[in-house]
């Protein structure tokens, strides 16, 4: 019963709104930029203020990675240092923003070509921490993680990403958390402050030009793109919670461009707004 009482309470004080809230796809990049003052997480704080304040955040994130899907349906996510070799700094941060088990089972609810499962032992991730900490530093909005399903390809996400589109009516700020160009093997530390090699901005070019002109189905078969896309996204985590974003888009909303930077060599932080 306290599980329903706290459903009917969460949607009542979720309207309808007049307007979609807008959509994200985040390049988050080193963890560092979680606590770093710097010009990506200055963009990201930016974007917060420019936007409507949402009534709650759901994160896709590159860094959780199971089979089936999952939703983050604790009160209180832990967040969850998913990383080494970095600063103790790193370490001691605490994100404290509640979570919504109510929220969590609308969600659920709402997708309808899988099961999706309650989780109460995940937390929010350093794909998820790192950027919102910027954007809402006060740490009052609920902030939840869904889950990516590694067995399911690209134009599965997608498609199911159309099913969360209730959420934007009512506030919800969606977000995915990745990057376009993702390949750490090749990374290069003479261009870790900026640079990147002749693929890797070839490839975020196109990557970029299909965005723009909504070539999604091109985008969902990335395999098909040529060599300089598989060496772009030689794994597919940091690539999918993009194709949450474009899943959300409708056929008359703008899209731009921000942080639209190669670093490393062989990683961009290149970001999307929808709305």
């Known amino acids: 019963m306290s599980t329903l009482s706290q459903f009917n309470t969460f949607t009542s004080n979720l309207p309808l709104q007049d307007s979609l809230m807008p959509v994200l796809f985040i390049g988050h990049g080193s963890p560092m930029n979680g606590i770093e003052d710097n010009e990506f997480s200055a963009k990201w704080a930016g974007i917060a203020k420019d936007i409507p304040q949402p009534k709650a955040v759901l994160v896709v994130s590159a860094h959780w990675f199971t089979k089936g899907t999952h939703i983050t349906a604790m009160d209180f996510p832990k967040t969850i240092h998913d990383f080494g070799g970095f600063p103790q ?14 929220l969590a089972l609308e969600t659920a609810g709402l997708i309808h070509s899988t099961e999706v499962g309650l989780d109460h032992d995940w937390g929010l991730d350093h794909g998820a921490w790192t950027v919102v900490r910027h954007m809402y530093p006060a740490a009052t909005i609920p902030v939840l993680q869904l ?9 599965y996400h997608y498609n199911l990403a159309k099913e969360l589109y209730g959420l934007r009516k009512k506030g919800v700020l969606i977000l995915g958390s990745g990057n376009m160009v993702h390949n750490l093997r090749m990374m290069s530390w003479e261009m870790i402050h900026g640079g990147g090699y002749d693929w890797a901005l070839e490839m975020n070019d196109k990557f970029k030009s299909l965005i723009l002109n909504r070539e999604h189905q091109q985008l969902a078969d990335y395999r098909n793109l040529g060599r300089e896309a598989m060496l772009a996204i030689p794994t ?3 690539y999918l919670p993009l194709m949450y974003t474009l899943g959300l888009q409708n056929g008359t909303e703008a899209v731009s461009l921000f942080n639209d930077k190669a670093v490393g060599g062989s990683l961009t932080m290149t970001s999307v707004r929808i709305g």
Request: aromatic content about 12%.
């Open 147 to 155: 889950s990516i399903d590694y067995t399911k390809d690209a134009a």
């Open 236 to 238: 597919p985590e940091h």
């Open 89 to 102: 700094a790193l370490f001691d941060v605490d994100y404290p923003a509640p979570g919504s088990p109510a």
